[in-house]
Structure formats: C-alpha cells, structure tokens
C-alpha cells in the first residue's frame, strides 16, 4: 500500500498492466480513488423514477416494452459515466465487505416513493444484489452483478455478469436485461473514462425483444458513445421501433422514419437519492462503515487511508476465519441465493428461442459459480427487517462486526 503514495500514473499503468483480472485487488494511487463503495452503483438505475415507473402507465403491451427500453437508455449515463462528468475522470470504487448496504429511497412528486435496498452478497467474487421497488406503481427492479476483467493494449476490458430482471405488476410481466460489456480507456492520458460495446438485450415475457448495439464513436457523427436500438415483437422480423443516439447525452425514437418520441439528459435532471443522516445509518451501512476511509481520500493521506481500510479488511478476514471455525455462514440481510430462477429461467428460454430468427446471439445465464449463485430479493427476509422480528439477529451481525473491528 504504502508504495503506491508516490506513485504517478505511468507506474500505476504499468502495475495494472500486469494484474490478475480481480478489479478489487487494483492497487491505485490516491488520486484516482473514489469515496464510494460499489454497493452505492445500484442506485444508478432509478435516478430518473419518472422513467422507471413509466411502464406501468401504459396499457398497450408494446408501449410498455418501450418505455422499458427508454427508461434503461436512460440509465446508461449515470451508470456508466457519471464519475467522469462529476470527478473529471473514472475513479476506483472502495470494494465492498460482505454484507455491506446501501439503502435509500427517491421521493418524486409524479413516481412517489422509490426504495432502494443493495446489498453485497459475496466479497469472493465480489457481487452486490440490489433490490428497488416503487409500490405506488407496482414496478419491481432486481438483479445481481459482479465483473470479470482483463488489460490489453492500454485498456481494462470489463465483462459484467449477473442480470436485471424487471417486474409490472399490474401486467404480471417480467423484463430480463443482461448487462453490457464495457472498457476503460483514456488511461494512457491519465483520464479514464468507460465505453460500452457489444450489445444488451431486454427480452419481455409478453414477447417483445430489445436489442441495444453500442458503437462507441459514431462513424457519421464521430461523436463517443453512440448506440442503436431496435424494438421487435419476437416471431416477426419487423422492426417497431428505433432509437438511436449518444447514451451520454440524447436519443430520439424513430417509428419508420417517424420521429415519435426523444430524451435529452439536459431536460430530464436527475431525481436525488435520500440516505439517512450517518448517524442514524445501520454500522453496515456503506457511507457510515467507510466513513473515516472516506475523510482520509479527501485529504489525499494515503498512510491513512490504507490505515482505515485494513481495520475493515482486517476485521472481514477474522470473521471469515471465525465463521469457518464454526462451519457458519454469513447471513445476507435481504437477498438468497437459489440454484434455478424459474421467472429467468422462462426469459431466457424466450430469448433463445428467437434469437436464432432475429440473428443475434443466445442469451445466457452466466455460470452461477460466478457470481457465487444466483442472487434473488427475499421478500420474507425483508419482512422480518421491515416488522422487527430479525431484530436479535440483526444487533448480533452488528456486534459481531464491531467487535472484530475493534481488535
Ligand atoms: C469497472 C468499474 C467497476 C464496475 C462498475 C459497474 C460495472 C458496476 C455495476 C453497475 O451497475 C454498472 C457499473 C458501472 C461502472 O461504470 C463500472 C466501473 C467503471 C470503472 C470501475 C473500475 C473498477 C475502475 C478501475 C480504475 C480505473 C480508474 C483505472
């Protein structure tokens, strides 16, 4: 740790040259670490819950996989490149402890409450699961996600596995949106940034098929961070709709050459996300747990920081070592892993089924022993939290964690 104080961005570019894919185990200068765990990322997909929401107003089945197709476009510049617009440059997120949280909620006059639940559900690899629900609405959001990554050629090449799955009551209809591939460049100049590639697919269980195509720079416009899109019933060819333009910055939804609907992030600004005040946050929650690393980052001490972050690392590992001692397991506080997602299961058969007609890829599940299974929002686990009965439970994770902090 202590070597990295002085380090410049030339050495840290030839450290990283040579890393073993764990993003977590990247040693970075202080200057390119961010103040924000990873847990805190689920909360870009609801920064526009106008958007999220929007699905559930529609009655007409290809209207609704529309907006779902419009409110996850709009979601692609938070996610993927809000650090760069807020910090001047991709920044490296603290790496979650097990059963680290981040819980919020958005309040917006037209969705009302949205919450958030994000929880890590495994530090080995790391994978966060997240939950967000808008009851008023009934739109259900949930998924799990870890990251697999390589560098060449001057990039770190990120492979995202895990998913989304989006739920309308109303309608009793899932979405499943796999997670799209994406690299890091601009690390020779010293200012990383993100682009997408490859595809993300969004497969309804009405039957609908999105399919996002991200071309980075633009060929025409030379502009970064172009995608198309298209919009299929599945069994037929014909495309309904097309929305194309700059993840980044605005889109425009074509029916034919019909321009019919557009989105610019200039005039949709993002809804702020409520936390608890630290004080009042649970001692797992993330803000609050990294707190002092966090203070330490802002005074760019790096004998501090990584001081504050071994107490953390230190106390997980003696956890571990105690819960293998006693052949127990940590409890996660909201989600379970499953061996078979019936709901996935049924999406993805869709999705295979017409992708050979649509002539792109099969969508499939990444292998579970990746992401340490497959990770679902446990409702009777919420409940519990909700009415008080995990109560003696939950002080007793805490106490555990204090106690082998304070050692
Ligand atoms: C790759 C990344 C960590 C993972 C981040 C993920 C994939 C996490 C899940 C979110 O839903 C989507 C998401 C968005 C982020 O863009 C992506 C991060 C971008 C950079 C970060 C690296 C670990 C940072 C490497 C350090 C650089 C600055 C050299």
């Avoid at 909620?105 to 890590?120: V, Y």
Wanted: aromatic share 10%; proline share 4%.
């Amino acid at each position: 740790m202590a070597a990295m104080a002085g380090t410049t961005w030339t050495s840290f570019v030839k450290s990283i040259a040579s890393f073993n894919g764990d993003l977590a185990s990247m040693t970075a200068p202080p200057f390119i670490l961010s103040k924000a765990s990873l847990v805190e990322f689920s909360a870009y997909w609801t920064e526009h819950p106008k958007l999220f929401v929007a699905p559930a107003k529609e009655s007409d089945p290809e209207k609704r996989a529309l907006a779902v197709l419009k409110w996850f476009l709009s979601t692609l510049k938070q996610q993927y490149s809000s650090r760069n617009e807020k910090l001047g440059s991709e920044k490296k997120p603290l790496n979650p402890f097990l059963g680290e949280l981040f819980l919020g909620h958005w309040d917006d006059p037209e969705a009302g409450k949205t919450e958030l639940i994000s929880e890590q559900v495994s530090h080995h690899p790391p994978v966060t699961a997240y939950s967000i629900i808008n009851e008023k609405h009934g739109v259900k959001l949930q998924g799990y996600n870890g990251q697999k990554a390589s560098f060449a050629s001057m990039t770190i090449n990120v492979k995202q596995v895990g998913l989304a799955r989006l739920h309308i009551d109303a309608y009793d209809e899932d979405y499943l949106i796999t997670l799209p591939t994406l690299h890091i460049e601009g690390l020779v100049y010293g200012t990383p940034y993100v682009e997408l590639e490859k595809s993300t697919i969004i497969q309804s269980s009405s039957g609908y098929f999105a399919k996002i195509e991200y071309t980075g720079k633009g060929w025409v416009s030379g502009k970064k961070n172009c995608f198309n899109a298209t919009l299929q019933k599945v069994g037929s060819k014909d495309i309904l709709y097309t929305i194309s333009g700059q993840w980044t910055d605005s889109f425009t939804v074509k029916k034919g050459k019909t321009e019919v609907d557009s989105f610019s992030h200039k005039n949709n600004p993002t809804t702020p996300l409520t936390l608890k005040p630290i004080e009042e946050q649970d001692p797992l929650e993330s803000r609050r747990a990294w707190a002092k690393v966090a203070v330490a980052i802002d005074k760019g001490d790096y004998e501090e920081i990584g001081m504050e972050k071994s107490k953390i690392e230190n106390a997980q590992r003696e956890l571990r070592k105690k819960e293998k001692e006693e052949g127990k397991t940590w409890e996660r506080r909201y989600f379970s892993s499953v061996e078979k997602d019936s709901a996935t299961g049924k999406l993805l058969d869709l999705a295979a089924k017409y992708s050979v007609s649509l002539g792109v890829p099969a969508v499939t599940l990444d292998d579970p022993s990746k992401t340490n299974g497959i990770w679902l929002f446990d409702e009777k686990k919420y409940e519990g939290v909700k009415s008080g009965t995990r109560e003696e439970e939950l002080k007793a994770a805490v106490e555990k964690v204090e106690a082998a902090t304070a050692h």
